[in-house]
């Protein structure tokens, strides 16, 4: 076999590993960031808002009792419409995150613990009620509820505290970049340049020995790479508002507004879906470029093929 | 080999290269860990004998490779039932009341447990503490810890020749009704103890089995006597008080009470431990029978809601001397000092001082042993007992003459729902 012809499958031969290499990495890189996006969006947020919503109805359903039953028209309007809508809320948003919580079976668990408690909790507070007009008793029970809800160890909120801990920590590796994505994304221009350059070249040796300016295959392989850059645009802008979304979410306040903390997570995540959507293209490119890289290099290897030896 | 051949090797190892990668990124995307399945586990054991429990939970998980996920909650009534009528109980709950348990066990809801523990005599447990709905019946539960409740708290310092005259009088009692949920149930542990001691084992065990009327004079006794005891102001402070928290004062340094009725468990939330003492309660209660050696008892009772192999490994394991040996050392030194019913737990391994023994000795010879009546009783008899004696409590000048109407009502119309059963023994 000629130099020539060895050298050229050889070349071939790397030109493809670098290819799946650099297509494999470029993937794992673009998947790992955009499939958060979906995670942060269909999950994260609405378990996040979920637990945080049934905090604020739980501290305002108080609120509002103790109000009532110290108040004057208990007789005409009972524990009152504020108060059974905060709690009809609070039972809605943990039914809703016992569903949806990404903190795993523990935290299920504990929002059922959490629904159980709740439940017992407003028991405890139709008691006030029913012996409003027994001043002690109706203190007394007022004094459990809110023990209930807020006794250092084993109550209510703490119970929802924690699980929203959980949950944070979930959002937390979502949307932090993290160690594997980094190393991935210092690959990805290595390994394509390294490609860019072994492409060049290729192009330079055939040029040389096949007296062709160019090879037209090689050439839109080459240009093909330069799909990447916006690729690593997207990913920098995904992460950008993956970092958004996680600093809405881990406000302290945002409970009192779950609408409107949604509404600014969706809009801030908007933009992502289709970006993560191109996640799908990268096969296909590395399918495409190793086809090119094949179509540029066989004809060539091709034409040594009935020399003698 | 001719370099065509060569050259569709290197294609194909490329491709095969490139398969694996993308194999391997699929399963690491998978992200979620295989559960290995374990057991859930629900017990009303919070803050520091949840942790002690905990801690012999992974005991068991590093010993016999089981993940045990571990709930403890005050609302372990609501929680439970609500599980259950979701179709999805805990593997294993521990539950206080045997009432609520037998209902269980009624409902045809718990395993058997007959090989977790051998039957007939002789064996660790007692029948008050492996109960069965009728005689010769399956156990359907076990009481891995216990708890000794005709008593009374004092700080040691204080000569025990001054605790009758500090009884007699009403304000120098620390107590607390408050508890989340089941506030009131130390009420209820006082008129139990009060009918215990004035009337004795037979009469306590009808009342507390359902055969006697709340409005018999024996029963009014005492609530009176409870009633009486008390000042407004004493009755008052006591309603609005935890009872996690009423014995404290037992030891600040200018004591605003120095007596306290309360369970065995509640040494461990003292701010000194080491200084509690106590005496049995039939010396200090008003117009009880100073010569009775019957003692309220309470206990923990283990039941099977899903009876699975690994779920019986956990009950054999609770119920086993060895595991409450581990589950005593484990909290030894530690405010929460668990008591076993299991005559096989040596006393040593009970408690570190005199007092923890005295306890472990009195639940294991006394030769009349009572459950807690409440808890015994069925769930909706229970919680009414807990709310009238909050309300008595809230008056003691008013007679509960009306308030014992409306319990023996309870009672009448639970006699004969067979879905509230009541317990057929509760004196061993």
């Known amino acids: ?309 | 080999m001719s370099a065509a051949t060569r050259s569709r090797q290197a294609t194909a190892a490329v491709l095969g290269l490139w398969l694996v990668v993308l194999c391997a990124l699929t399963a690491g995307d998978t992200g979620v860990r295989q559960s290995r399945g374990g057991v859930t586990v629900l017990a009303t054991w919070t803050g520091a004998e949840g942790r002690a429990f905990r801690e012999l939970l992974d005991a068991f998980t590093r010993d016999h490779g089981i993940h045990v996920d571990y709930q403890g909650t005050t609302a372990l009534r609501e929680v439970l039932s609500s599980e259950v009528d979701s179709g999805t109980p805990p593997d294993i709950a521990v539950l206080p009341s045997s009432g609520e348990l037998a209902a269980y066990a009624r409902q045809g809801l718990l395993a058997e447990l007959d090989g977790v523990v051998p039957a007939g005599r002789g064996t660790a447990y007692g029948g008050l503490w492996t109960p069965r709905l009728r005689a010769g019946g399956p156990v359907y539960g076990i009481a891995v810890k216990a708890d000794l409740k005709s008593i009374v708290w004092f700080d040691r310092h204080r000569p025990a020749s001054t605790l009758p005259a500090l009884a007699a009088d009403g304000r120098r009692w620390c107590v607390g009704m408050g508890g989340d949920a089941t506030s009131g149930w130390p009420g209820t542990d006082w008129i139990e103890d009060l009918l215990l001691q004035q009337q004795g084992r037979s009469v306590y065990q009808e009342w507390a089995t359902g055969g006697l009327p709340w409005t018999d004079p024996r029963v009014e006794r005492a609530w009176r006597s409870w009633g009486s005891l008390f000042g407004k102001d004493t009755a008052r402070a006591a309603l609005t008080t935890d009872f996690r928290t009423a014995g404290a004062g037992l030891f600040a340094p200018d004591p605003p009470c120095a007596l306290e009725h309360q369970g065995s468990f509640i040494r461990g939330g003292y701010p000194r431990p080491a200084d509690a003492d106590f005496v049995f309660s039939a010396g200090l209660l008003p117009r009880a029978d100073r010569r009775s050696t019957a003692r309220e008892v309470s206990g923990d009772f283990a039941a099977v809601f899903r009876d699975t192999p690994r779920a019986r490994e956990l009950m054999r394991y609770l119920a086993s001397a060895d595991a409450q040996r581990a589950w005593g050392r484990k909290t030894a030194g530690r405010s929460a000092h668990p008591f076993f019913a299991n005559r096989d737990v040596p006393l040593d391994a009970q408690g570190d001082d005199a007092v923890d023994r005295r306890i472990a000795t009195a639940l294991r010879d006394s030769a009349s042993l009572c459950l807690d009546a409440s808890d015994a009783m069925p769930t909706r008899m229970r919680l009414a007992f807990q709310r009238a004696a909050l309300t008595y409590l809230s008056d003691t000048t008013e007679r509960p003459d009306g308030l014992l109407r409306s319990l023996e009502k309870v009672r009448r119309r639970l006699r004969g729902d067979p879905d509230q059963p009541w317990l057929s023994t509760v004196c061993g």
């Open chain 1, 1 to 309: 076999m000629s130099g020539t012809r060895a050298f050229l499958v050889r070349r071939l031969a790397a030109l493809l590993v670098v290819t799946a290499l650099a297509v494999s990495t470029l993937l794992a890189a673009y998947y790992g960031v955009s499939r958060n996006s979906a995670a942060v969006t269909d999950r994260s947020t609405p378990a996040i808002l979920q637990v945080a919503a049934a905090t604020e109805a739980l501290r305002g359903s108080y609120r509002e009792a103790e109000g009532s039953l110290n108040g004057s028209t208990t007789d005409v309007e009972g524990l009152g419409e504020n108060y059974r809508t905060r709690l009809s809320t609070a039972g809605q948003s943990l039914a809703q995150a016992v569903k949806s919580t990404t903190g795993g079976e523990p935290a299920r668990r504990s929002l059922l613990t959490v629904a159980g408690l709740v439940s017992s909790y407003s028991d405890i507070i139709e008691q006030a009620y029913v012996n409003r007009d027994n001043a002690n008793l109706r203190a007394a029970y007022l004094s459990y509820a809110r023990t209930m809800l807020e006794r250092s160890d084993g109550d209510i909120l703490g119970r929802l505290r924690a699980v929203q801990a959980r949950q944070l920590h979930v959002l937390e590796e979502q949307t932090s970049f993290g160690w594997l994505l980094s190393c991935a994304w210092l690959l990805v221009p290595v390994l394509f340049l390294t490609l860019a350059g072994l492409l060049g070249h290729t192009q330079y040796f055939l040029r040389h020995h096949f007296r062709r300016l160019v090879n037209p295959w090689l050439a839109t392989a080459t240009a093909l790479l330069v799909a990447v850059v916006p690729l690593a645009v997207f990913t920098y802008q995904t992460q950008d508002r993956l970092e958004s979304a996680r600093t809405t979410l881990s406000a302290d306040d945002i409970g009192s507004d779950s609408g409107g903390t949604a509404k600014e997570v969706a809009d801030t995540m908007r933009d992502t879906h289709w970006r993560a959507g191109a996640v799908g293209w990268i096969p296909v490119g590395g399918t495409a470029l190793a086809a090119l890289i094949v179509a540029g290099l066989q004809p060539r290897i091709d034409e040594y093929r009935f020399q003698p030896r």
